[in-house]
Structure formats: C-alpha cells, structure tokens
C-alpha cells in the first residue's frame, strides 16, 4: 500500500504563491508518477500537473506557466510551487500517485489539502 500525505496550502491573496508538498510512503514502485489534481466547489478533479519518476513534468494548460512542480526521489516528495494565484485557483487540491508497473495502473490519493485564493 501507498500512503501519500500533504501539505502547504491555505489561505493565500490573489497574486500570491502557495507550495504544497505530498510526502509518500509505503510499497512505491520505480516506475511511477506523482501529481496533482484540483476540485473547486461544484466542479469536476481536474489535473493540475504531473511528474514521472524520470522527472518529466506536464501542465494542464491553464497552469502552465504559473505553476511548478517538482520532485526528490530520494524523499519520495512531490512539490507544486504555485504563483501568480488567483481566486480561480481556489479549491482542494489532492496529491496522486499512478503505479506504472501495474495493469490496470492503480492510483492512489491523498486526503487532500485546501487552497484558498482570496480576491
């Protein structure tokens, strides 16, 4: 089993930044990919950006450019710098890590962490 636990986030003025950070634990395969995922009020998870083990991000468009992330494999840590924030950023935002080695590939998530964006 895969335990992913966040943190960061809060409160944060529009134009600001925020860095979340989703420490993983557990059985983790070598092949896998960590990220993020966003789900505001009355909306559907969307993705926010992914990183494989191999450290290749990707972007869902409307971050691209504001948000970063990373990740220390030796801490088994994923990190989402996110800048320039604004009120539409608002929501929970939810660490996953996809095991690439299996089939179908599991997903595992995390609790979750809220990210308000006060206008």
């Known amino acids: 089993q895969v335990q992913l636990a966040e943190s960061g986030g809060g409160l944060v003025q529009a134009g600001g930044s925020a860095r979340l950070s989703c420490a993983a634990s557990?059985?983790?395969?070598?092949?896998?990919?960590m990220g993020w995922y966003r789900q505001a009020p009355g909306k559907q998870r969307e993705l926010v950006a992914f990183?494989?083990?191999?450290?290749?991000?990707t972007y869902a468009d409307s971050m691209k450019g504001r948000f970063a992330i990373s990740r220390d494999n030796a801490k088994k840590t994923v990190y989402l710098q996110m800048n320039s924030l604004k009120p539409d950023d608002t929501g929970v935002y939810y660490c996953n890590l996809k095991d690439l080695q299996s089939l179908p590939i599991k997903n595992y998530w995390g609790q979750g962490t809220q990210v308000t964006v006060s206008s």
């Open positions: 557990g059985s983790i395969v070598g092949l896998n990919s």
């Open positions: 990183i494989t083990s191999g450290g290749i991000p």
